[in-house]
């Protein structure tokens, strides 16, 4: 069974970076996108950047475009997500999820698996 647990997770500065972590467990096939997600209270769930293991192929949504940046490290079978620059704005859970495939996908709709969600927390 495909297990994600997402750790990093905490509260710095604005201006401040934080590395979020997401091991991934039970794919037995190295097919597969990772996608990190964030849903503040009364907001919608946002696609925050994903990653395809097949070839690297990413996305980023476009507020975190140019700050954040996803990797996949296939030996630990972990995916981090780099955040700098971090602004209040960026104040969120963040969820790590993965589907079956190729194509990265920013909807979270396109995933079937989902972890526990880290918070983030960006203050003063």
């Known amino acids: 069974q495909v297990q994600l647990v997402e750790s990093g997770g905490g509260l710095v500065q604005p201006g401040g970076s934080l590395r979020l972590s997401c091991e991934v467990s039970g794919f037995t096939v190295d097919y597969y996108v990772i996608g990190w997600f964030r849903q503040a209270p009364g907001k919608e769930r946002e696609g925050v950047a994903g990653?395809?293991?097949?070839?690297?192929?990413?996305y980023y949504g476009d507020s975190v475009r140019g700050r954040f940046t996803i990797s996949l490290d296939k030996a630990k079978s972990t995916v981090y997500l780099q955040m700098n620059s971090l602004k209040s704005e960026d104040t969120a859970l963040y969820y790590c999820a993965a589907r079956f495939g190729a194509v990265v996908h920013d909807a979270p709709n396109e995933y079937d698996y989902w972890g526990q969600g880290t918070q983030v927390t960006v203050s003063s």
């Open positions: 990653i395809s293991s097949t070839d690297g192929s990413t």
